[in-house]
């Protein structure tokens, strides 16, 4: 696979290459890096043919935005897409700092919900100030649904929808942005958007993966009947298709079930017995789907980002995808079995 080959966002008119880099882990996810350990890692991704990257403002409060920013500024503006969110809007703590334990070390702002108007507005333009750019290409609304705002979720859809939404498609027509969607861990809340919105794409995390598939694949399926594109992200499920059924291993952002290792025990052994990682086939599985265009990298090391670019480009024989459908570990219907 050429992970640098570009392909169509929707009906945008954009193009993103096949692999992405998530921009969390410039954020000091879990792990420090210093603005040269940061820059270290985009060069090694720009190098490596990624020209489509991704942040958010609450990635480290705006730390991710900043750096980002810094690495791209002198790049020709058309030869990179980039992608950022709203919904939240970074309020200066002013000596009382919210940490979250996920993004260690956060700028000194704290995150505050704004589905509105104004609120997107006002997260575009603070997203232009952080990346020091007069355009963004792609605008996903951040973390709207269920999973994140429980009760008060049919709240915040509401201020989306009455808002939001109206923010995003006069960005849009006016040329500010060129697409724009959701970045989310939850399929309703995409189901959704396609009924009362019109997305070019959505960012999912974690719910298209190799241990993942049947719950997305209706979701996939409308998506490529509206052209409404996808990027995975999260293809590991928070760790355990990189690291393999190890003892404390994690699956979606907690410890992996017994039922989770054995599945993945099975997994992992019927990817060695046709020579093909565990890692790689996790990364090539999203793509079997035409709907979706790139797969979203989220490393924070150029050691696990050189390993992912080569498991990307090594070749996963056919018969790997009939062999885990035969065992009901990938769904049939997910590689065209």
């Excluded at 100030?129 to 269920?146: A, K, N, P, T």
Aim: glycine share 10%; net charge negative.
């Amino acid at each position: 696979m050429d992970v640098t080959t570009r392909r169509p966002l929707g009906a945008s008119g954009l193009e993103v290459t096949v692999a992405s880099y998530g921009g969390g882990s410039l954020a000091n996810f879990y792990r420090r890096l210093t603005n040269d350990d940061a820059a270290a890692l985009l060069d090694a991704a720009w190098n490596s043919g990624i020209r489509y990257f991704d942040t958010a403002p609450v990635y480290g409060r705006g730390r991710s935005e900043r750096r980002l920013g810094a690495f791209l500024d002198g790049k020709p503006r058309d030869s990179f897409v980039i992608s950022t969110k709203v919904g939240r809007i970074m309020e200066p703590a002013r000596g009382n700092l919210q940490e979250d334990g996920i993004f260690l070390d956060p700028a000194p702002f704290n995150p505050r919900y704004d589905y509105s108007y104004d609120g997107v507005m006002r997260s575009y333009e603070h997203s232009l100030q952080r990346l020091g750019m007069d355009r963004v290409d792609i605008l996903y609304v951040h973390d709207i649904g269920e999973m994140i705002h429980g009760d008060l979720a049919d709240a915040r859809l509401g201020e989306l929808k009455d808002g939001g939404l109206k923010a995003l498609e006069e960005l849009r027509s006016s040329g500010d942005i060129s697409a724009y969607g959701l970045g989310v861990n939850e399929l309703q809340a995409c189901f959704d958007c396609l009924e009362y919105g019109d997305p070019d794409a959505f960012l999912l995390a974690g719910r298209y993966t190799l241990l993942e598939q049947s719950a997305a694949l209706p979701l996939l399926d409308k998506c490529l009947e509206r052209q409404v594109s996808v990027v995975a992200g999260s293809v590991f499920n928070s760790g355990i298709l990189a690291t393999g059924p190890v003892p404390g291993a994690h699956y979606n952002y907690g410890e992996a079930s017994k039922q989770v290792l054995e599945t993945v025990r099975r997994m992992e052994a019927t990817c060695r017995d046709h020579d093909v990682e565990l890692a790689t086939a996790a990364l090539h599985f999203p793509l079997t789907h035409p709907a979706v265009v790139s797969v979203l990298l989220g490393v924070g090391t150029t050691t696990s980002l050189a390993r992912n670019m080569a498991s990307l480009q090594a070749e996963v024989p056919d018969v790997l995808w009939r062999e885990l459908a035969k065992m009901e570990i990938a769904s049939p219907a997910a590689i065209g079995a």
